[in-house]
């Protein structure tokens, strides 16, 4: 088994590239589901959340709202922080438990783990090689608007929250533009993973 990380800022185009990687056979694991997993109701996270947050945050239900939270969070970097120092300790320990189970099916897997925050974070050292992808933020404001129906400020909030282009690109073994048509994005994302197969098995 090797794990590659696939980053990139908000409207990228992660989930979308990590698909094109699926069907030429890598295994996709994805951070962000791993964090709802991680904060559903009853969870100690989400327990943490609502006591350093606020019960409001908190559904009738017992969900979390998490575009409330994210109004909070995406406006305060030290809310962020605090948010973050909550999540990522039990993202991180789901992500070894899917790694581990998918291991124990296929020993040889090739995983592409979507990681937004990789950089955030400072877990670009974490994993094989880091695949990130790269788009005009005019596009990725554009996305953010058009396809999540998020107004302009707040998309540009959340861009203006994450890592720098320049600081993604630093750590990157691998750039794959996304502000090109799909089929221009599928032909980068088929020469690397002909490069990360001659990685995971060099014979």
Do not use: C
Request: proline share 3%; glycine share 6%.
């Amino acid at each position: 088994m090797v794990v590659f990380a696939l980053s990139g800022g908000i409207g990228a185009g992660k989930s979308t590239v990590a698909d094109m990687f699926t069907k030429l056979g890598a295994y996709s694991v994805d951070a962000d589901e791993l964090a709802r997993e991680a904060v559903a109701p009853g969870s100690r996270a989400l327990a943490n959340i609502a006591k350093a947050f606020g019960d409001d945050l908190l559904l009738p239900d017992g969900s979390l709202d998490r575009a409330a939270l994210g109004q909070i969070v995406f406006a305060s970097d030290k809310k962020l922080k605090q948010l973050e120092a909550i999540v990522h300790p039990e993202v991180q320990r789901l992500g070894r438990e899917r790694f581990k189970a998918i291991e124990k099916n296929d020993p040889n897997a090739i995983i592409v783990y979507q990681v937004p925050l990789l950089v955030e974070a400072q877990l670009a050292g974490n994993y094989a090689g880091n695949i990130i992808l790269s788009a005009d933020p005019r596009v990725r404001l554009s996305r953010l608007v058009e396809n999540r129906g998020m107004s302009v400020a707040d998309a540009q909030r959340r861009i203006d929250a994450q890592a720098s282009e320049a600081e993604r690109l630093a750590v990157a073994d691998w750039v794959i533009q996304t502000d090109v048509t799909q089929e221009e994005t599928a032909a980068q994302v088929a020469r690397v993973f002909a490069e990360l197969k001659n990685l995971a098995d060099p014979i």
